[in-house]
């Protein structure tokens, strides 16, 4: 009797050892960073946002960072100018993307009330009429066709499974031929190119994994440098300006950086952050080759030329809430420089990006700048835009940056999944960053890049 | 098959509710619990944020409360069923940006509470009655972020994911009988959500995800907790 009491005291502990495994399995912590994680010496090449960012995380972990910039300044496509107007104005990047993103978190910490949202409206150039929105979808010569290309726009993260030009796919669709260039400049020219350069299933991934909102903000009174300036001052302190990188041997136990002034630096690990342009004319030398997925994503995915400039007016000739003009044919938009910014002055940035950046840099600076006064005066015909123009304007052409070479990369046509072949580490020991390696949907962006640092750092971390 | 299991313990709740014996139950006690995904997320921000000087804690403990009935169904044998509440509060606070994590866990479930004769503990002045608990039931996630209040937007749509998942359940207990129609007892009391969907949870925290990050997450979960019983009709629960 005793005994069977006490295997049916032992069946009912069963349950209890099945429970108990359970327990110290769900209290042990499965951390984001290894116990012990990394704390060696890493060469981060590239002083942009993912440069800096992911060498302040590193440091912030006590991992000792040297960050080598082949140009003479920190910040790589943030770059402003503050002589020209009564305030920053940016000649790289410019507007945070969405609210919910890690460069948004830091301006709203570092400098809330600097931080302003884009309340103007976009008005359309359609059929030799500028309209707004508003305007646009109650015309009902083309209100239906108008709400088409919204709800088109709109849908691209769902495209199906085929890839074309998205030129083509406007064609196919069918949407009308005056739509079109707003679509190039809503989409393609936000993305750094042209509508007949961008591939519908890389922009597909793009739209699909694009979460941090379609909001729009600006700096007020600083730049977007200055952001990083404060947060990150540790990480510029260790940066070696005028050092590009001529080769990297990662073959042996340490990785050996040489310098093209014949400098050598050693490291455990070696972070990649240059544009893709110049991993593309293979400016810098990694020995061993890098591995064929690498080099093919490095051929498919594509980075244009893009080229702003901001205009000074004497006075407005543009309505008061304007905050963009979209779908010219020589600049695909045109914004208000100043909207939602504390200034006395009157000013126009131009965006052109893609095939019309590329057309426009065959011209002068001085003939480009009458070539967007002509077009203005087309798009307000009693605007008397030459006559107050001031005569002043700034122009920056990225493609002829030095070590840049370009804007920004954009989903082309044969790029869609190369991304993340792009970011991958090789050998725990060469790890990439920047834009291009963005395989979440926010490419072309300074938060995308953020991103794509922080992404690293866990990596070089944990590797 | 979620909603399915969830049909399943409200008509067996309101076959309970009619024709069992009842003893009306009220309970409070801790959750604990360790999503490994939602915390690593939840590092993930603090790491990438390190000019926050407040970190945002990590998911883990939180206070639970339920209720419920319990019939006889058999001699030892008891059918339990119960609804549970319990909130994850977390913040960080980093003037002038707040970021503030709700999570509402609203579980209904259905337990078959066993008394095994083997193992009656009585002293002199209580009768306690360890038991064991099994059982299964519908759990519903209410995860929400606000940064200053204001409720977090992925994607341009305002983050409120209702998340559902089934669990099982086992635990232990033991019912002391304090008079003779109220009784109390410590239960622990396992739950295991097979599937989670984290619908988002990154996105919503830090923008973007993480490539170590999985859309899913295996929960475990403990509840430790306090049950007082009253018991409506004079059914000994201790002679059955």
Redesign the interface.
Known sequence: MERR?LL??LL?GI??G??LP??F?????????DETPFAGKVIVIGAGASGIYAA??LM?QGVDVTILEASNRIGGRMMANTSFADFPIEMGAEEIH?????L???A???A?ENLVEHTGKDFYWMNNLLRDEQNLLSQSEYAGEVETMFQLIDSLGTYPEENKLLSQYLVDFPLIPSLHPIVNALVANEYGSSNNRIGMLALKEAEAG?????ESFGLNGISYWQLFEY?FSDAIGKVVLNEAVKTIDYSGSIVRVKSIHGVEYVADRVLVTIPLTILKNNSIEFLPALPSEKLQAIQSIEMGGGIKITIKFTSPFWDPDTQSILGASIVPEYWVTAADKTSNGFYLTAFIMGESADNLALLSENAAIQELLSELSTLYPNGNVQSLFSGEFLYKNWANEPYIGGSYSYPSINSAGQRENLASSISNKLFFAGEATNY?G?LATV?GA??TG??A??EILNA | MKKSLLNLFLFASILHQVNAQRHVNIYAGYSF??P?NW??TI??YN??????NNSLPQIRTAKTWGFGTSGVIGKGFFLSPEFSFTRYQLSAI?T??SLAIDIKWMRGAMYLDMY?R??QLDSVTYTIRPF?R?GGGASCLLPRVR?NNEF?????ETYKPIIWSYQLS???GCRIALTKRIDIAPVVL?N?MPNVNLE?FS??L???????LKDDERL???IFFMSLSVRLKNDNIFEN
């Open positions: 009491k049916r005291q009912w349950p209890v099945i429970v359970n327990l399995s769900s209290c042990k912590k499965e951390a984001l960073i302040h995380l912030k969405g609210k919910r993103s890690v948004y978190d830091l709203a910490f570092v809330p694009y979460s941090s909102g379609d947060a979440d926010h938060h953020m991103e922080y992404r750092a866990i | 619990i360790n490994q915390n690593r590092e993930a790491f990438s944020r390190p000019w926050l980093n002038p940006v095994p083997e193992f064991f099994v940064i977090v937007n992925v994607d341009d086992a635990g232990v396992y295991f988002d996105y919503a830090n923008g973007t995800k993480l490539p170590n475990n979960n403990f």
